[in-house]
């Protein structure tokens, strides 16, 4: 029967290269002090069970924990087997393998495990660890994803905060839908967080989990939702003319009918299948001007670009007067801040505080054209 482990709490800031370090760390003790156990094998079992405790529930056991008792069970393995088997076994390890199972029962070498852990205060970069383990012949790369698998089952709700607000921006999409995806965010915001550097990781995560739903939403439809209902309404717009003129509209009557210019209708050349305003070229067909495919100067592009910078615009006159000046003389002027504080009479703090919020409000009324 497996043994239960120390339940604890969540509280905490996650450390994963201090977990990993800390893991082979004892591996590294435990190999030391009893014969024929290796380093390599004990980091490759924990990992196991560390795996095994992934369920996808809120964890019962820190990852330290689980290595002491997987290598005081490896420890006790061990004894029971020379113990069993003298004959097998290099003279004098019989009274060895007595010795430590006496030190495995009463905790004296879990005791020494945990010491061994909490000796371990310089904790170097993640990459520094897995490439000194590499050259020890340990799988920490192993050790690493079960560590950042069994972690993340303690901010699941950092998935499900994002995601349900994510809905805003994808109506046609349920916070569930987009779970997967945030799974990898949160893997990834678990590989690259670093505690030392003082910020909260929930902050930090939800970044990543953000994007990475974003970025996943876009790889099934990369066209903007402000795109695709600017093509229903020229769709809307040419049923409409289809119906009063009895034949199909050219592109020039339907930009008439919706106050567009000709060239914004371009736009349609690049979203899902064709428009069917005379496909865009002329009432027969496509154009068989060959120049046309080879115009470097897409109006296709032209058109996205305009309807960005329409946006960008709209999003700056949705902040407050003193912001909106900000964030032209900053975004769409290139001003330095030096420049944009002695444009706008702002102290350097005022400037700092102004554009940090007026930065978050742009990108969440821009998110779907990230």
């Not at 109006?299 to 407050?320: F, K, V, W």
């Amino acid at each position: 029967m497996r043994q239960q482990h120390v339940a604890t709490s969540d509280a905490r800031q996650p450390d994963i290269a201090g977990n990993v370090t800390r893991v082979i760390a004892s591996a590294r003790k435990a190999a030391g002090v009893v014969e024929w156990l290796s380093e390599a094998e004990l980091v490759r079992s924990i990992a196991d069970e560390i795996v095994r405790l992934t369920t996808g529930h809120a964890p019962s056991a820190d990852i330290e924990e689980i290595a002491v008792w997987v290598i005081a069970e490896r420890a006790t393995q061990w004894s029971r087997d020379v113990l069993a088997h003298p004959s097998r076994s290099p003279l004098g390890t019989k009274g060895a393998a007595r010795t430590l199972a006496g030190v495995v029962r009463n905790g004296e070498f879990a005791e020494l495990v945990r010491n061994e852990q909490t000796k371990t205060r310089a904790i170097k970069t993640l990459d520094d660890v897995l490439k000194h383990a590499e050259k020890r012949g340990v799988d920490a790369e192993y050790l690493l994803w079960s560590v950042i698998g069994y972690e993340a089952q303690r901010h699941v709700r950092l998935i499900w905060h994002e995601a349900n607000k994510l809905t805003r921006f994808y109506p046609d999409r349920a916070a569930s839908d987009m779970l997967g995806w945030g799974w990898q965010g949160l893997h990834v915001g678990l590989r690259g967080f670093d505690p030392s550097r003082g910020f909260r990781f929930s902050t930090y995560a939800c970044q990543r989990i953000s994007g990475a739903i974003r970025d996943g939403v876009r790889s099934e439809n990369p066209v903007p939702k402000r795109l695709l209902t600017f093509q229903r309404k020229v769709l809307h717009a040419e049923e409409h003319l289809s119906a009063r003129l009895g034949r199909v509209p050219s592109l020039a009557e339907v930009a008439a009918h919706m106050g567009e210019s000709d060239e914004a209708l371009s736009i349609l050349s690049r979203l899902a299948a064709a428009a069917s305003v005379e496909e865009i070229n002329g009432s027969e067909g496509r154009s068989s001007d060959v120049r046309a495919l080879v115009d470097n100067n897409d109006p296709a592009d032209t058109a996205i670009a305009s309807a960005q910078r329409s946006a960008i615009e709209e999003a700056i006159n949705g902040l407050s007067p003193l912001d909106a000046q900000i964030a032209r003389l900053l975004l769409i002027d290139g001003l330095s801040p030096a420049e944009a504080r002695e444009r706008t009479g702002t102290s350097p703090r005022q400037l700092r505080q102004r554009w940090s919020r007026s930065r978050d409000q742009l990108a969440e009324a821009l998110a779907e054209w990230r």
